[in-house]
């Protein structure tokens, strides 16, 4: 059987499914006095519909789901407290990819986020932004890519925020393409 190798110049729609983890440190904005957080370390499972604009130019929305553990810890006076918290996010992108040097693609946009679960730090639910380089392998329809992202949550909350944290996260997705 001949298999053909495509570059990625196409006008077609692509559904990707992805998996992938993201490290995540909590900025904080204003100096406040706040329980420490660390080890924020999260896995996500997604898909993306990308939307061709022009030659080799997408409009990229889909979901994103992740979750995990945060390690807190709270040091007063007179007490030393250590918990864990679990986290969720659910994520709507609306990001443009652009494909160049056949390989490679870069991305980036807004995103509505939502906090599925209560914590101490901030509620991260509101837009965010992300931006991220990957590479891709096309083989007949299908794909397969890799991509390194970078993501601020909550640069615009839905709520007011008493301690003023933004979770940022650097991240990495991996996944399988399908050419409609």
Same mark, same amino acid.
């Given at each position: 059987?001949? /298999? +053909?190798?495509?570059?990625?110049?196409?006008?077609?729609?692509? /559904?990707?499914?992805?998996?992938?983890? #993201?490290?995540?440190?909590?900025?904080?904005?204003? &100096?406040?006095?706040?329980?420490?957080?660390?080890?924020?370390?999260?896995?996500?499972?997604?898909?993306?519909?990308?939307?061709?604009?022009?030659?080799?130019? $997408?409009?990229? +929305?889909?979901?994103?789901?992740?979750?995990?553990?945060?390690?807190?810890?709270?040091?007063?006076?007179? $007490?030393?407290?250590? =918990?864990?918290?679990?986290?969720?996010?659910?994520?709507?992108?609306?990001?443009? %990819?652009?494909?160049?040097?056949?390989?490679?693609?870069?991305?980036?946009?807004?995103?509505?986020?939502?906090?599925?679960? =209560?914590?101490?730090?901030?509620?991260?639910?509101?837009?965010?932004?992300?931006?991220?380089?990957?590479? +891709? $392998?096309?083989?007949?329809?299908? +794909?397969?890519?890799?991509?390194?992202?970078?993501?601020?949550? #909550?640069?615009?909350?839905?709520? %007011?925020?008493?301690?003023?944290? &933004? /979770?940022? %996260?650097?991240?990495?997705?991996?996944? /399988?393409?399908?050419?409609?």
């Amino acid at each position: 059987m001949l /298999l +053909s190798l495509k570059g990625f110049s196409q006008t077609h729609s692509e /559904l990707r499914l992805f998996l992938g983890s #993201a490290h995540l440190v909590l900025v904080e904005i204003k &100096n406040v006095t706040s329980p420490e957080f660390e080890n924020i370390e999260t896995r996500m499972i997604g898909g993306n519909y990308l939307h061709p604009l022009g030659k080799d130019l $997408y409009l990229v +929305s889909g979901f994103r789901y992740q979750y995990g553990v945060v390690d807190i810890t709270e040091i007063g006076d007179s $007490y030393y407290q250590h =918990k864990e918290e679990t986290f969720q996010l659910m994520s709507i992108p609306l990001q443009v %990819e652009k494909s160049f040097w056949k390989y490679f693609f870069v991305h980036g946009g807004p995103s509505i986020d939502w906090q599925m679960t =209560k914590s101490r730090f901030d509620q991260q639910s509101g837009i965010g932004m992300g931006i991220g380089l990957g590479a +891709s $392998y096309r083989l007949n329809n299908f +794909s397969f890519f890799i991509n390194p992202r970078f993501k601020m949550n #909550a640069l615009i909350p839905f709520r %007011e925020k008493p301690y003023k944290h &933004n /979770l940022t %996260e650097l991240g990495l997705q991996f996944g /399988l393409g399908y050419k409609l």
